[in-house]
């Protein structure tokens, strides 16, 4: 029994010894001299003007080409290709953002911030808020991120309606054609109350498409569905009228 209580003792000894040289450790690594940055924090302005505006030349401005994204609920990507297109889809959508640094630091070369965002559709309506941090890194184009992670508050799904909208086409590829690059029919949705869309096709049936649509104004998205200028993109893209079903999410 004296033996073990020794075993204990030495082995508590050890781990307050591997303790403490941690912490040596740690501090002897922290950034020195690191100090508040209103130039980092000025940074949540420029960003946002620049995503309203749908600048995305200006925006990539920011990051550094090997830059890293972290959004939520996907994988991390790397490039400012892949940042080009994360928020891309945000422009896309019509949406705007607002941004509040909370916190702003450098040491030498190497910064970051910590913030929140609210991010609304394109009629103004709330969609998002949540936190963000992220690492900047001084270069020779000056301030740029190299890390940028951020995360909702909300629950998943918290507050969405979707809807699903099957129909045929004449042309599959005419109409898939009208469903990318910025002018596409997503765009169009998004000014009619519609958020996210994610575009489907049937393996089985060459003409058989859909959509899923999250719907952040059902009033508006249903009033557009029914519209002239709706018939109008449909007839263009080749949407079999008679064969168009929607449903909504039954909660």
Known sequence: MRNLKNM????????????????????ACAPQGSQSSPELAAMSDRFSQALN?????TLMAMYTSDCRVLPPNAPMEQGTAAARAEFGKMVDAGMTIDLGTLEATVAGDIGYRVGTY?????????????????VWRKTAAGWQTSNDMWSSDLPADAGKTYVSI???????????????GPDSRKQMFAEHGAGEIKVFASPDDPKRVGLLVEVLDMDALGGWLNSPDSASAKAEDGVIGSTVRVMTEVK
């Open 8 to 27: 204990r003792a030495a082995l508590m000894s050890g781990l307050q010894i591997v303790t403490i040289l941690a912490i040596v450790i740690l501090a």
């Open 118 to 134: 609210s991010l609304f559709g394109p009629d103004g309506s709330p969609v998002d808020s949540g936190k963000f941090i992220d």
């Open 166 to 180: 099957t129909h045929e086409v004449k042309d599959k590829d005419v109409w898939l054609a009208a469903w990318t």
């Open 53 to 57: 505006s749908g600048d995305l030349d």
